[in-house]
């Protein structure tokens, strides 16, 4: 790959890397923040309707899984990074064949092609 290439990859990888720390920041505070009961004040642990409880534990498993999912992909971002300073960003790291422009345009942290992505996710 020119390191011209490599240079607006990297740019679009950094700027991704800054729009999902944000997420990770405010999917934190939601999952781990306050519930519904403790933002009023409300001295009593009882909700003012059961199906308070189940909307509360609902909406902070959601939050975690989606705060997991982003937190993987910052961790691919980080290592396709790595991989533009070592030289090898656009290798499939598995058949070490190239990877095409269009896949890293749409997902430009992959470390793999096509194929051996099928691979890696059926295992």
Known sequence: MKKTEAKEFRNLLVSLRARLRGDVSALADAALGKTR?????????????????????????????????DGATLEQIEAA??????????????????????????????AYCVKCADKVTSR
Do not use: W
């Not at 656009?90 to 749409?106: D, F, N, S, W």
């Open 81 to 110: 990074l790595e991989r533009i300073e070592d030289g090898v960003y656009g290798v499939c790291v598995e058949c070490e064949a190239k990877i095409p422009k269009a896949r890293l345009q749409v997902l430009p942290h992959t």
């Open 37 to 69: 009961t403790d933002a009023a004040g409300d001295l009593s642990s009882m909700p003012i309707h059961m199906a308070d409880i189940g909307t509360d534990a609902f909406e902070q498993e959601f939050n975690l899984g989606l705060l997991e999912h």
